[in-house]
């Protein structure tokens, strides 16, 4: 894995979004987490289609801290299967990953 990853999570409330992103900063557990929506989502659950509105939290994070915020994501969430996807951030300026290495030091 690589050392940096960008974790994405989405949820039905702005204000959930809100919560889910600015609890992982508190912890330490992502330096910064971005939100945008509403976007659309169509996807099938118990069988059926599904069409819902809902916001994207993007976490910048270390892969030292992913198992932590997956976790947290877990914890914190109120869906029964949470959107939890860690892509590897493969280059950044040194100055940006030096800061998010500290925001995520525990």
Do not use: N
């Not at 949470?82 to 990953?97: F, R, V």
Request: charged share 25%.
């Amino acid at each position: 894995m690589a050392d940096y990853l960008a974790v994405l999570t989405t949820t039905d409330a702005k204000e959930k979004a809100e919560t889910l992103a600015a609890s992982a900063v508190e912890k330490r557990l992502a330096a910064c987490a971005q939100i945008d929506g509403p976007v659309t989502s169509v996807y099938r659950w118990e069988g059926k289609i599904e069409t819902d509105a809902e916001w994207r939290v993007l976490y910048k994070t270390t892969a030292a801290r992913f198992d932590e915020l997956s976790t947290h994501i877990k914890a914190v969430h109120d869906y029964d299967t949470p959107e939890i996807i860690a892509t590897p951030i493969t280059g950044g300026s040194d100055e940006y990953l030096a800061w998010l290495d500290a925001e995520t030091s525990s």
